[in-house]
């Protein structure tokens, strides 16, 4: 059965870079048609597309992040990560990790990490 | 890459039908028939029910449908159930491998 579980901070000074890792269980990282990605959500407010990587290492971002976020992979760990440059207040919510059949939608999510920014 | 409009709140009463509009433009909703929608309980994570505009996802009763017209996509839940309630959340195929999001809207059970 897959399962992904995101773990890192939930606690990022501002202006620092927030990290996360997700661990998947029950399903290769490495496999063709599936993509990894994050979704973030503000308290109250709507889910926000953070973007994606697929087994080749190809990525791709929102628009709105795109020139602070930065997505990994380790296949032999089965992971990816996160880390998203310049955290501000705005930046604080629950962030998913997911993963997408391409162009269709996205199938699983992790439970999501919480993540505060405050010095 | 703007979120796609959604209407904050829908409702209605057990038994009755309520429908939720999803509004983009001709780079997302109207451009791809990738649309999906999501179901998110209070706590939880959302969770896919619609996918392709109008397939359902594996286990979702037929109570949901999906249609599109244009630049707009819909959710409709028939024979509202209290399980229904929950917060409805739209997406598109935006180009690129990325995503775009609605806004969200909030379906209350009367």
């Known amino acids: 059965q897959l399962q992904l579980h995101e773990s890192g901070p939930g606690l990022v000074k501002p202006s620092e870079t927030l990290s996360l890792t997700c661990t998947v269980s029950?399903?290769?990282?490495?496999?063709?048609?599936?993509?990894w990605g994050w979704i973030r959500q503000s308290p109250g407010k709507g889910l926000e597309w953070i973007g994606s990587?697929?087994?080749?290492?190809?990525?791709s971002y929102g628009p709105s992040l795109q020139s602070r976020v930065t997505i990994s992979m380790d296949t032999s760990r089965n992971q990816f990560s996160l880390k998203l440059s310049s955290v501000t207040a705005a930046d604080a919510g629950l962030y998913y990790c997911v993963r997408s059949i391409r162009m269709v939608g996205l199938d699983q999510w992790g439970q999501g990490a919480l993540v505060r920014v405050s010095s | 890459q703007s979120a796609l409009t959604q209407p904050p709140s829908a409702s209605g009463s057990p038994g009755q039908s309520v429908t939720i509009s999803c509004t983009g433009t001709?780079?997302?909703?109207?451009?791809?028939?990738?649309v999906s929608w999501y179901q998110q309980h209070p706590g939880k994570a959302p969770k896919i029910i619609i996918y392709e505009v109008n397939k359902w996802w594996s286990g979702v009763p037929d109570r949901f449908s999906g249609s599109k017209s244009g630049n707009t996509a819909s959710l409709t839940v028939s024979g509202l159930q209290a399980e229904d309630e929950a917060d409805y959340y739209c997406s598109s195929y935006a180009g690129g491998d990325n995503f775009v999001f609605g806004t969200g809207t909030k379906v209350t059970v009367l």
């Open positions: 029950g399903h290769t990282i490495s496999s063709y048609n599936y993509y």
């Open positions: 990587i697929y087994l080749t290492g190809s990525t």
């Open positions: 001709r780079s997302d909703v109207g451009g791809y028939n990738y």
